[in-house]
């Protein structure tokens, strides 16, 4: 059972606060404690009403809903019997407006070159791409996997797919060909699109290649097409029958395609994350629900306001990017960047320098690349002038206070509000978070649950604790409309990992506190998912990788606090004979992790065990490891029901 003992980090001693400046609030979306109160028990007394109202006035329908919301989670079914469409809101609404000739999107490439598109242009060339869908067969309900590096074309193909009500499946460019393939194959796509490759670090980083061979010897049979980018020049192999140019299909396309009308529950996207068993599943999301609420939450958390530039660094391979790059700014007629590559390219001070060219507004940004910032030193920030800057946030991961403070001081001058924003895949947009025109910051603490979530700590048996200043499981008591409806394929899987351990409950797999005030603060993962970067990895998924390499025999994975990554990934390994040369085992390892995932999951730390800590029964008694790993040697608590406890001597004296 899960046990909040398990999360990495537990205590924490913060009694900051930071209250928000009155010229803020003054202006905010949400501007003040009574306001913000009274939607939240509004939300909570009527979630039929407070959604139904907020759909209405803030999406256009083609056809209006019968029922704002039926039926109970995992089965919730929002606003049935409407007819709308994610890419028709996103843009076509817009260009009814003034917002016609506004920057929907400011790209700036890793090498420099730079792309803006106005609502009016993107409009044009969604259009397009949905007839070039349209050519290539792609009917609604079809999957389409996205394997592309952060160029204008992937938002494009994005909004190209829910034109058409084709289902995207986006798959970060970090991941391996083996990655793809699985994916595909749960999905079954029938169309990749993809690019030669994206720029990284002043390198190219191929694409291509890898979904090639992700379908070599006919691996993946449901895809027909692959469609290629040409972003970097480099040299591609392009099947005959197979493989078509984007540029080629898009000189022939016209672009004059209406938004098909889609039902309210019509998926709108896939994306793989990781949970602590199996292989990693596909959360789907569907369309009006999803769409109202990164609509609103982005509105509501980022203030966002017609003459800013929102800036959030995500990668669109993962959520944040999905739902805060392109679907909840668009909708909401913002100027959205994207940038393609790394932060400290062509040196530290890349990300300070494009805010300070671009004039950015609002910044959004994950801890770690804050830690990072931290260690690059303060005369990278200090070099530019960062005074455009109004609101900043983060999300994916714990903060550290020290963080939190050095990116108000430094980055937000004191003057900006950083709104900590706790969320998931599976929720679809943010669900708690400070709100920066009403209440108080304190470092570390997501705070406030927005209106229409209703989050409880729970016991390990589950029952709901009522105290605060506690610390407890993390859970959501009632639906909200961007809520995971499926794991793709499989719904068995979606109600056993999320609603099956605590009864009427969505369970998070985190752990949080909750301060006296109310306040939660996330501490972490409390089932065998680790954290890297703000990246989720299963401790089986990343175990199963490193047992395909031909040294191994068995491997245990934990994680363990690391600097600037949040979390780090320590293996434990069995090896199949005596490792003469452990370097040779190692390097083998990290290329058997490449391959069946990709080079993100790698392990920082291998240790070479002759056994694992196993009670009789033979499960791994992963609390030990973790402790090892953590260089916690003399609280390891209880060894006596191991089958073997020498091993946690030779475990201990070995730790790397
Ligand atoms: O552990 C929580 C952590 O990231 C997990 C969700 O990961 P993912 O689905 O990849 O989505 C990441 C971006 C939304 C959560 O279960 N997490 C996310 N945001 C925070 C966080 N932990 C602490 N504070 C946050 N603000």
Redesign the pocket.
């Given at each position: 059972m899960s046990d909040v003992s398990n999360a990495i980090e537990s205590v924490l001693h913060e009694d900051r606060k930071f209250p928000p400046s009155p010229e803020f609030a003054a202006h905010a979306h949400i501007s003040s404690e009574k306001q913000y109160q009274d939607m939240w028990q509004r939300a909570k007394d009527d979630p039929a009403g407070f959604w139904g109202e907020l759909a209405l006035s803030e999406l256009e329908w083609f056809k209006p809903f019968d029922k704002a919301l039926e039926g109970t989670m995992p089965e919730n079914k929002w606003f049935t019997g409407g007819r709308i469409n994610v890419s028709y809101n996103c843009l076509d609404r817009h260009l009814k407006t003034w917002r016609k000739n506004k920057a929907a999107i400011i790209w700036e490439g890793e090498p420099g070159d730079t792309r803006t598109l106005t609502y009016q242009q993107l409009h044009h060339e969604v259009c397009k791409f949905a007839r070039v869908l349209d050519k290539l067969g792609i009917k609604a309900g079809d999957r389409v996997t996205l394997y592309m590096p952060m160029i204008p074309e992937l938002a494009i193909a994005m909004l190209a797919c829910a034109r058409v009500g084709a289902t995207h499946s986006i798959i970060f460019g970090g991941f391996s060909a083996d990655a793809i393939t699985d994916r595909n194959h749960d999905a079954q796509s029938k169309l990749i699109v993809t690019a030669d490759g994206g720029w990284r670090r002043g390198k190219e980083i191929t694409l291509k290649d890898k979904v090639d061979a992700s379908l070599e010897g006919g691996k993946s049979p449901s895809v027909e097409k692959v469609v290629v980018v040409r972003r970097t020049g480099s040299d591609v192999d392009m099947v005959e029958g197979r493989d078509l140019w984007w540029h080629d299909l898009m000189d022939n396309a016209d672009a004059d395609r209406e938004a098909t009308p889609l039902d309210s529950e019509h998926p709108l996207f896939i994306l793989y994350?990781s949970g602590s068993t199996g292989k990693p599943k596909g959360v789907l999301h569907t369309t009006a629900g999803y769409l109202l609420g990164v609509t609103m939450t982005s509105r509501w958390v980022f203030d966002l306001k017609d003459e800013d530039t929102y800036w959030c660094t995500a990668d669109i391979g993962?959520?944040?990017g999905h739902s805060y790059i392109v679907y909840g700014p668009l909708s909401n007629g913002a100027t959205t960047m994207m940038y393609e590559g790394a932060p400290n390219w062509p040196d530290y001070g890349r990300f300070w320098d494009m805010i300070e060219r671009h004039k950015v507004n609002i910044f959004y940004t994950a801890p770690t690349a804050i830690r990072a910032f931290v260690k690059w030193g303060d005369e990278w920030p200090q070099q530019h002038d960062l005074s455009s800057l109004r609101l900043l946030g983060?999300?994916?991961?714990?903060?550290n206070p020290e963080a939190w403070m050095w990116y108000h001081r430094t980055i937000g001058g004191e003057r900006c509000p950083v709104v900590?924003?706790?969320?998931?895949?599976?929720t679809g947009g943010i669900l708690i978070s400070s709100l920066a025109g009403v209440t108080d910051e304190k470092p570390g603490y997501?705070a406030w649950p927005l209106p229409g979530v209703q989050p409880v700590l729970l016991t390990a048996d589950g029952k709901e604790i009522a105290e605060n200043e506690v610390e407890g499981l993390l859970a959501i008591k009632f639906p909200w409309p961007s809520i995971i409806r499926t794991t793709y394929g499989d719904h068995g899987r979606c109600r056993q990992t999320y609603f099956s351990n605590y009864k009427g409950y969505y369970f998070?797999?985190?752990g949080a506190r909750r301060d006296a005030e109310g306040r939660y603060r996330?501490i972490?993962?409390v089932d065998d998912v680790i954290?890297v970067s703000?990246?989720?990895f299963g401790t089986a998924e990343i175990e199963n990788a490193i047992n395909e390499s031909e040294w191994v025999v068995e491997s245990a994975v934990v994680g363990f606090p690391h600097d600037i990554k949040g979390q780090g990934i320590y293996a434990y390994v069995i090896a199949e004979k005596h490792v003469d040369d452990p370097d040779k085992a190692r390097a083998d390892i990290l290329a058997t992790v490449t391959k069946v995932i990709g080079p993100i999951a790698k392990p920082d730390k291998i240790q070479f065990v002759s056994g694992l800590p196993k009670t009789r029964s033979g499960k791994i008694m992963r609390r030990i490891l973790r402790k090892v790993a953590e260089n916690e040697l003399n609280s390891l608590g209880d060894t006596s029901t191991l089958l073997d406890p020498a091993v946690v001597d030779e475990i201990k004296a070995g730790r790397v």
């Open positions: 994350t993962w959520v944040t983060t999300v994916g991961e714990p903060i900590d924003t706790w969320w998931q895949t599976e997501a998070t797999g985190d996330i972490g993962r954290n703000g990246h989720r």
